[in-house]
């Protein structure tokens, strides 16, 4: 399996409460994605980096933030939580060249609940 | 904008048997890159097998092979000899080649269940 870690595996938290969701890739790659699956449905990309102190949005409009300060972590945060951000989140990282294959190595997921 | 479409939200298979999962996609672009990826239940998704738009050839990894139709814009996977361990959700995806970030559209998802 990929070297790529979420924590929590899973989350329950009430709404208004601010969370942050932690992705880590010991790969050294450069390209780290977040992304979100509601279940048994498609990934929709919702934020993206390049490298170090570079963050973007994707096409799902999301009102989470991101931050990339170590190429290693991107941790993905809610300032309030609400029941609609329940949902499963994704993380997935690639070298900046794409590697052999173009191929994004995906974390475990961390599923959110929002009460 | 690119989309891609994956027309059977669930199938099912013996083991041992073969068993053909469809997707189709829209793009305006002519290089590009396609991939199936596999989540297992309750596991980490995983490349299963890609195919580049510019090679003619049909790629194969062991079981698993794809029909690539570019005029057609149809990318299938079949699945030969398929084991319980194959029960997953499968989808397709596009990335356009030469981009700088390399964003990945997927399909809606296909589940696949293999029966002992």
């Known amino acids: 399996e990929a070297d790529i870690y979420q924590t929590p595996r899973y989350l329950v938290i009430g709404t208004g409460k601010k969370i942050t969701l932690e992705c880590s890739q010991t790969m050294g790659h450069d390209k780290m994605y977040w992304y979100q699956q509601d279940p048994g449905m498609e990934l929709h990309l919702i934020h993206y980096?390049?490298?170090?102190?570079?963050?973007e949005k994707g096409d799902l409009s999301s009102e989470s933030t991101v931050s990339r300060i170590r190429t290693e972590h991107f941790p993905l945060t809610l300032e309030s939580a609400r029941p609609s951000h329940t949902s499963q989140y994704l993380c997935a990282s690639t070298p900046m060249g794409g590697g052999h294959n173009n191929e994004q190595f995906f974390g475990p997921g961390t599923r959110l609940t929002v009460l | 904008a690119q989309t891609v479409t994956q027309s059977q939200p669930e199938m099912s298979v013996q083991e041992a048997e073969t068993v053909t999962l469809s997707c189709t996609y829209d793009t305006s672009e002519n290089n590009y890159y396609l991939f199936w990826y596999k989540q297992p239940p309750s596991r980490q998704m995983i490349l299963v097998i890609r195919?580049?738009?510019?090679?003619?050839q049909n790629a194969t990894e062991n079981r698993f092979s794809v029909n690539f139709q570019k005029a057609a814009k149809s990318f299938s996977l079949k699945i030969s000899d398929s084991q319980l361990g194959d029960t997953a959700m499968y989808f397709c995806a596009f990335m356009m080649r030469g981009t700088s970030y390399g964003k990945l559209t997927f399909g809606q998802g296909t589940i696949l269940t293999v029966h002992p």
């Open positions: 195919q580049e738009a510019y090679k003619q």
């Open positions: 980096s390049y490298g170090v102190n570079s963050t």
